[in-house]
Antibody, heavy 117, light 112 residues
Framework: EVQLVESGGGLVQPGRSLKLSCVAS????????MNWIRQAPGKGLEWVAYISSGSSYIYYAETVKGRFTISRDNAKNTLYLQMTSLRSEDTALYYC??????????WGQGTLVTVSS | DVVMTQTPVSLSVSLGGQVSISCRSSQSLVHNNGNTYLSWYLQKPGQSPQLLIYKVSNRFSGISDRFSGSGSGTDFTLKISRVEPDDLGVYYC?????????FGSGTKLEIK
């Protein structure tokens, strides 16, 4: 069974940093591109970042480019999102999601990031 | 970025009824490789989104045949037949043809 388990969220002050993790199991992690997708409270879905299976290709949403860094450790089956210079508008539930030829086929349960003073 | 416009914003249906949700993209979603990467997701209350339909009309593993997708180019439709209580939630269309991937704003399905 495919499982994605996010962690690392919490309450953080504006301008500070936070690092999210997503541990994958039930599939060969190193074979798949992975994404971070976020959802602000009561709002829709916003794609944040993508990393290819071997980390050769990385893309970011314009809203986070230069502040967030996506990375992965295939030996640990873990996806990361380093977030710096956080803003109130970054407050959201952050999901990791596996990208298949089908689309975003599997999602974690999300980890909540709240940016507030 | 490709803008995805979903209508209606919300709808209410009786159990056993049928509904349609429309999704329109600001640009054609036909990829250079000939595929159209238009997907539909359902987010049930308190849960993560789940993939229902991929590449316009293909049901993902385990998805009931009560869900069907259609369309081409820039206009797409999700139909749900014989609506059941477990179908309530917010439905999103999403495109993966062009970066960045984008989603519609959602359609909330309520059961009468």
């Amino acid at each position: 069974e495919v499982q994605l388990v996010e962690s690392g969220g919490g309450l953080v002050q504006p301008g500070r940093s936070l690092k999210l993790s997503c541990v994958a199991s039930g599939f060969t992690f190193s074979n798949y591109g992975m994404n971070w997708i976020r959802q602000a409270p009561g709002k829709g879905l916003e794609w944040v970042a993508y990393i290819s299976s071997g980390s050769s290709y990385i893309y970011y949403a314009e809203t986070v480019k230069g502040r967030f860094t996506i990375s992965r450790d295939n030996a640990k089956n873990t996806l990361y999102l380093q977030m710096t210079s956080l803003r109130s508008e970054d407050t959201a539930l952050y999901y990791c999601a596996r990208l298949d030829g089908y689309g975003f086929a599997y999602w974690g349960q999300g980890t909540l990031v709240t940016v507030s003073s | 970025d490709v803008v995805m416009t979903q209508t209606p914003v919300s709808l209410s249906v009786s159990l056993g009824g049928q509904v349609s949700i429309s999704c329109r993209s600001s640009q054609s979603l036909v990829h250079n490789n000939g595929n159209t990467y238009l997907s539909w997701y359902l987010q049930k209350p308190g849960q993560s989104p789940q993939l229902l339909i991929y590449k316009v009309s293909n049901r993902f593993s385990g998805i009931s045949d009560r869900f069907s997708g259609s369309g081409s180019g820039t206009d797409f439709t999700l139909k749900i037949s014989r609506v059941e209580p477990d179908d309530l939630g917010v439905y999103y269309c999403g495109q993966g043809t062009q970066y960045p991937p984008t989603f519609g704003s959602g359609t909330k399905l309520e059961i009468k």
